[in-house]
């Protein structure tokens, strides 16, 4: 394979702001960058509370409309410029985070600084899907305030929901979450394996009827994990960047291992505006992993059939 493929699977709106962009930003409101964020810029290897850190500080700027047309651009920017077959981004967007939260804009300033990033990448030839981001901690009454927020103002571009954060509130507990969210016409997925067991991914699947597994690289030493995702064709976004540097422990990247076991994995940047990275450069990572041509081929295949940004749009 000779190119890089153009889909990212996987990649947070507030994760991926131009690093010199939002440097700009601090120098002009007078403030620090924190020493997690710098570090995180190196390629230095952080706790996931200083990454979090890191991520409240540089989303911090996402204050209008415009920011948010800019962080979009940053991300498409970020994709291979030559490259075969579809391009496009499944994008991972918190709501209630940026306008809740934080307080830094309103909904409709976030859903149409947005909408003009969208129209830009669709003049590239790039298509653009948002999945609703809430908080795994947060528990599942926040899931219900996220959706609370959204419900009544849902762009057709908006097509899934999801958990992140730290694992730590059981899957069961949000499935009347996730349910809610498949009333609105979403598709369900969750970070899971990440910062909890590999276990979390079986309960996210089995007990949360999630649809869609974020990372998921700690249970890849469980071949009966892997057997589920195999048999029941979940797709796992994998993000080999990402996960050295947050998943401090993992040694060697599972993909082959999950890949061989049938499981449909495809490749994202996660965050590239904190962990510097970029599409192609994931795929360099994929194939020094000792990836052969064929498995090589399957993974540009999971990444165009079950992108959510090539799928049918949802009726609004």
Partial sequence: MSFAPAIDRHVHLEGGLDPVWVRAQADSAGLSVPDSLEGLWRGEAQAFEGFIEAFLFSSGFLKDREAVRSALAAIVGRLPSESEGPRGVDLWVSPHFLVRFQQLLSLEDLWRGLEDGIAEARQ???????????VNNLG???????????????PGFVVGFSTGGLE?????????VFDRARSLGLRIAAHAGENGPGENVREAILEGGVARIVHGVRAAGDPGILDL??????PVDVCPSSNATLVTD???????????????????TDDPGLIPCDLAGEWRKARAMGLTEPEMRSLQR???????CLAKPRQK
């Fill in 140 to 154: 599942p009454n926040h899931g219900h305030e996220v959706l609370d927020l959204v419900q009544d103002q849902l």
């Fill in 302 to 308: 999971f990444a165009e059939e079950d992108a959510w």
């Fill in 250 to 268: 993992l040694g060697a990247h599972p993909l082959p291992t999950m890949l061989r076991a049938g499981v449909r994995c495809a490749l994202g």
């Fill in 168 to 176: 730590r509130v059981p899957f069961r507990e949000w499935a009347p």
């Fill in 229 to 234: 995702l195999a048999e029941r064709q979940i």
């Fill in 124 to 134: 590239q030839g790039i298509s653009v899907a948002v999945v609703l981001d809430a």
